[in-house]
């Protein structure tokens, strides 16, 4: 008898539904399960045993996954720390000089925290589900390391010579400092 061929297969059938129908088969209970099956079924046998086991996997399941939330809420909120050396290079890289390059970069270190600490809501809203009381401390440190990106910024600003330091830059009446000359020894 050939497998594809259905017609061989028809009168097998027919005999096994006719068993069937007269209460020929026999359940579950008298053959056990091949190595490696898991029925989802068994509702008669080891009913207690599996209610208790099933609410201690659900537990186990459930702070398990709020773990891995409150883990990936504080990855999130040291993300800002990372990107502090790296913003710390661009600007000595971009020089203290007043030119259109070192103006953006000053600008897009206080623009860019600013964006951030305004969707910081949005950022952790995913994590508000599972942890809804756990998320403040995160969202703290997330707004703090966006304020170090800030000050990083204003340090920018500072070697630039553009935040109002001197008594003259607040005053009208006071006059700026004026350097004579400047003394240069070349090296011999």
Known sequence: MHINDERNWYPVLEVAVQKASKGCVDTSEKY????????????????NKDQ?????????KQNAEKALV???AWEL???????????????????NSLQVFSIVTTFMLFLNPLKAI?????AFASFRSVHPNAMWLPMIVYVLSQCLLMAVGIYKLQKMGLLPTTT???LAWEVPKHFVGRSFH???
Do not use: C, H
């Open 32 to 47: 056990p399960s091949p190595r490696g099956f898991q029925g989802k079924s068994t509702p008669f046998r080891k009913a």
């Open 52 to 60: 208790s086991s099933d609410l201690s996997i659900n537990t186990e």
């Open 70 to 72: 409150l883990k990936k």
């Open 77 to 95: 909120a040291y993300s800002p720390l990372k990107q502090i050396p790296m913003n710390l290079v661009f600007a000595y890289m971009s020089g």
């Open 118 to 122: 305004s969707a910081s809501g949005d």
């Open 168 to 170: 003259s830059d607040w």
């Open 186 to 188: 070349p090296s011999k």
